[in-house]
């Protein structure tokens, strides 16, 4: 008997026992993960966007703060008491009991809250870009998860292509017009593609897990069922050259500005006004009291403080004018590439359909005879590139809808739900 009669049942059994597997170590059910949209509604509940309120709330209560005048100061002072002679008791004491209110002269608390203001703005715009790139985060990790899903049933569709190829170069081994080689090449490719499923699968499962993490889902999910890859973006809707970056460094300058008006009331003295009463013992008399003191400015002028202020105002002012060109350019850049993504995916798509029937038509001529099994590994293959290029082609949209949103300050694919 021929050495390739001998050698056909193990092969075969190769096969079918790679197609079982396969089969097995596909999942039986799934858990599908809430929709982006239904995601983006509870997008407040994140960390981050909890983090970014409370600091807002901090800064709104440090503006209630600012309003409020220094408390005054109490002061009880006796004299001329527990001494000798006639001031051995209380019989000849002085005794003054005095308030003291720091005036806040020269604009102090005026400046004061205008900087917290400034502050407070600042704090609100930070919370606005935070929630923004929390939910450009939340489309991405949605978006590679869902690539990952599909990528994963494209690694199964080609394990169960290579297969049937396999078995199909099998038959014609046994009909001796393939030689024995053909079968053995055919088990390999079967083997590599099982292995590309099942490392297809395992960054499906951790894109899974990612996503459940930063949706903070209670369950890990198992398939996603409504696509963000299909979603076609809208086209940009705000052409301002403010997006929410300059808006942050725009309150940060304000802010920055504002501080040196504190620094420069720093500068001036911090008049106090006091106002007593005075016991006399030894008259029994009462009388009341007045005063004013204020530092002298000798030493201390605050003019580091002031310098500093105006050093950090006019940093707050380069990254304002930095932020502002490097808006002009991400913006254009995003368009560029939206533009460029769209364009992509129709190729990609037509590139699908090309392959698809390229690839029928091989497997009808390789069944036929007609052409080798080279031929259709090489049309295989290119099915399977087209496919997985159509995936890349749609996650490059999604990524490129994401930069743009960022520059018009809104969440990717608002609107398109």
């Given at each position: 008997?021929?050495?390739?009669?001998?050698?056909?049942?193990?092969i075969?059994?190769?096969?079918?026992?790679?197609?079982?597997?396969?089969?097995?170590?596909?999942?039986?059910?799934?858990?599908?993960?809430?929709?982006?949209?239904?995601?983006?509604?509870?997008?407040?509940?994140t960390?981050?966007?909890?983090e970014?309120?409370?600091?807002?709330?901090?800064?709104?209560?440090?503006?209630r703060?600012?309003?409020?005048?220094?408390?005054?100061?109490?002061a009880?002072?006796?004299?001329?008491?527990?001494g000798?002679?006639?001031?051995?008791?209380?019989?000849?004491?002085?005794?003054?009991?005095?308030?003291?209110?720091?005036?806040?002269?020269?604009?102090?608390?005026?400046?004061?809250?205008?900087?917290?203001?400034?502050?407070?703005?600042?704090?609100?715009?930070?919370r606005?870009?935070?929630?923004?790139?929390?939910?450009?985060?939340?489309?991405?990790?949605?978006?590679?998860a869902?690539?990952?899903q599909?990528?994963?049933?494209?690694?199964?569709e080609?394990?169960?292509?290579?297969?049937?190829?396999?078995?199909a170069?099998?038959?014609?081994?046994?009909?001796?017009?393939?030689?024995?080689?053909?079968?053995?090449?055919?088990?390999?490719e079967?083997?590599?593609?099982?292995?590309?499923?099942?490392?297809?699968?395992a960054?499906?499962?951790?894109?899974?897990?990612?996503?459940?993490?930063?949706?903070?889902?209670p369950?890990?999910?198992?398939?996603?069922?409504?696509?963000?890859?299909?979603?076609?973006?809208?086209?940009?809707?705000?052409?301002?050259?403010?997006?929410?970056?300059?808006?942050?460094?725009?309150?940060e300058?304000?802010?920055?500005e504002?501080?040196?008006?504190?620094?420069?009331?720093?500068?001036?003295?911090?008049?106090?006004?006091t106002?007593?009463?005075?016991?006399f013992?030894?008259?029994d008399?009462?009388?009341?009291?007045?005063?004013?003191?204020?530092?002298?400015?000798?030493?201390?002028?605050?003019?580091?403080n002031?310098?500093?202020?105006?050093?950090?105002f006019?940093?707050?002012?380069?990254?304002?004018?930095g932020?502002?060109?490097?808006?002009?350019?991400?913006?254009?850049?995003?368009?560029?590439?939206l533009?460029?993504?769209?364009?992509?995916?129709?190729?990609?798509?037509?590139?699908?359909?090309?392959?698809?029937?390229?690839?029928?038509?091989?497997?009808?001529?390789?069944?036929?005879?007609?052409?080798s099994?080279?031929?259709l590994?090489?049309?295989?293959?290119?099915l399977?590139?087209?496919?997985?290029?159509?995936?890349?082609?749609?996650?490059?949209?999604?990524?490129?809808?994401?930069d743009?949103?960022?520059?018009?300050?809104?969440a990717?694919?608002?609107?398109?739900?």
């Amino acid at each position: 008997m021929p050495a390739s009669h001998r050698r056909r049942p193990p092969i075969a059994a190769g096969c079918a026992l790679t197609a079982l597997i396969a089969a097995i170590s596909s999942p039986a059910w799934a858990d599908p993960a809430p929709s982006y949209a239904e995601l983006l509604a509870r997008l407040d509940q994140t960390p981050v966007a909890a983090e970014a309120l409370a600091l807002e709330d901090a800064a709104e209560a440090r503006v209630r703060q600012a309003r409020v005048r220094p408390n005054p100061t109490l002061a009880l002072e006796a004299e001329n008491v527990l001494g000798s002679g006639p001031f051995s008791g209380f019989g000849n004491s002085e005794t003054t009991l005095s308030v003291t209110q720091n005036l806040e002269l020269w604009g102090r608390r005026s400046a004061r809250i205008d900087v917290a203001r400034a502050e407070a703005g600042a704090a609100m715009v930070r919370r606005d870009l935070a929630i923004v790139e929390a939910a450009g985060r939340l489309a991405l990790t949605y978006a590679e998860a869902e690539a990952a899903q599909r990528r994963a049933e494209l690694a199964d569709e080609s394990l169960s292509l290579t297969i049937e190829d396999a078995r199909a170069a099998l038959l014609l081994v046994e009909e001796g017009r393939e030689p024995l080689l053909r079968g053995i090449q055919g088990e390999s490719e079967a083997a590599a593609a099982r292995a590309a499923a099942d490392e297809a699968r395992a960054e499906r499962d951790a894109a899974f897990a990612r996503l459940s993490a930063i949706a903070m889902l209670p369950i890990s999910v198992t398939a996603i069922q409504v696509s963000l890859l299909d979603q076609t973006p809208l086209a940009s809707r705000d052409q301002s050259d403010r997006p929410p970056a300059v808006r942050v460094a725009e309150a940060e300058r304000a802010a920055a500005e504002r501080r040196i008006d504190v620094e420069r009331t720093q500068a001036r003295p911090d008049i106090s006004a006091t106002i007593g009463v005075r016991r006399f013992e030894a008259e029994d008399a009462t009388a009341f009291t007045f005063g004013v003191s204020l530092p002298l400015p000798l030493f201390d002028r605050n003019r580091g403080n002031i310098d500093a202020a105006q050093a950090e105002f006019r940093a707050a002012d380069a990254r304002l004018a930095g932020a502002r060109q490097d808006a002009r350019a991400d913006r254009a850049a995003a368009e560029a590439r939206l533009a460029a993504s769209v364009s992509r995916v129709r190729a990609a798509d037509a590139g699908v359909s090309s392959a698809e029937e390229a690839y029928r038509l091989s497997r009808i001529g390789f069944e036929a005879g007609r052409i080798s099994q080279l031929e259709l590994r090489v049309t295989r293959t290119a099915l399977v590139a087209a496919r997985a290029a159509a995936v890349d082609a749609r996650l490059a949209r999604v990524r490129a809808e994401i930069d743009l949103a960022r520059q018009d300050g809104r969440a990717p694919f608002e609107g398109t739900q």
